[in-house]
């Protein structure tokens, strides 16, 4: 089965027509399984949280008309990961990729829920963008991979045909870079 365009799907749920789960499972499915399973690990709460995803983009099309489906998805899949990431985590201590991600920023920037944090956020959200448009390609999709869709260093070494080592020193340099970027910037770290 050829794979629809995105248009044409996003216009399968502007007509609630039920062909639009099928339609992105079939174009989507291995994308959002790979964002879900990369935070997850565990193949029943990925399937899950794909099911989920769908369900998602079903209640918010319409009144939302994504620019870029691949992007709508993969963010409701991330989300939706972490969120059942922090439930398990509440529950539970555990190791694991996700964790370890969160610990090589945890020096970079500080998450502190207070009023005046999310006021910063948009500020910081801009910052970070700027960082990243302003790098090398490779470089940028490094860091992507890392803190985006939690790729393990193993991954990002095999995706770009580099050593670990090479990917470990590159993302620290990374994490450096941006970290004197926010403060130059007047963010407290």
């Not at 939690?150 to 050593?163: C, E, K, N």
């Amino acid at each position: 089965m050829d794979h629809l365009e995105d248009a044409a799907i996003i216009s399968l749920y502007w007509r609630r027509d039920a062909q639009a789960i099928p339609a992105t499972a079939e174009k989507y499915g291995s994308y959002c399984t790979a964002v879900a399973r990369n935070i997850l690990r565990d193949q029943r709460d990925t399937e899950e949280c794909v099911n989920d995803t769908y369900l998602r983009a079903w209640n918010a099309m319409p009144p939302h008309r994504p620019a870029v489906l691949s992007a709508f998805l993969g963010k409701i899949t991330r989300n939706l990961a972490l969120n059942r990431r922090r439930k398990d985590a509440a529950e539970k201590r555990g190791g694991g990729e996700v964790d370890a991600v969160f610990e090589e920023l945890a020096h970079v920037v500080s998450h502190q829920d207070t009023p005046e944090s999310d006021l910063d956020r948009r500020e910081l959200l801009g910052a970070i963008n700027e960082f990243l448009a302003a790098l090398p390609d490779t470089k940028r999709r490094i860091f992507v991979c890392r803190y985006w869709y939690f790729d393990s260093v193993p991954d990002i070494a095999r995706r770009f045909a580099l050593s670990e080592n090479h990917v470990y020193v590159t993302l620290h340099r990374l994490r450096t870079q941006l970290r004197r970027r926010l403060s130059e910037r007047g963010f407290m770290l």
